[in-house]
């Protein structure tokens, strides 16, 4: 059962990754392919572990998809100090 989630949840994180990269959403797939692999990297050595990391990424990248994070916020602090 475990293989079929795993299958399963991959390849629809997998499509998600796709279709941002299609958008040029670059910053938001970084960000999502990271969580990919420091959950795959906490998780490893059990089958129960990676489903886990799997999952938990396909949620993220759910998540960001439809409130993708705002980058210019991030970078406001230039308009402060007015950099060209």
């Not at 475990?2 to 629809?12: C, K, P, R, S």
């Not at 129960?48 to 998540?63: C, E």
């Not at 994070?69 to 402060?80: A, E, L, V, W, Y």
Request: charged share 15%.
């Amino acid at each position: 059962m475990e293989l079929i989630i795993i299958g399963l949840v991959t390849a629809a994180n997998f499509l998600i990754l796709k279709i941002k990269a299609e958008q040029n959403r670059w910053a938001d797939l970084a960000f999502d392919v990271s969580v990919l692999f420091i959950l795959s990297y906490l998780f490893t050595g059990t089958l129960g572990g990676l489903t886990i990391a799997m999952v938990s990424s396909f949620i993220v990248s759910t998540f960001l998809y439809f409130y993708p994070p705002k980058i210019d916020k991030i970078f406001s602090f230039t308009k402060i100090f007015k950099f060209k």
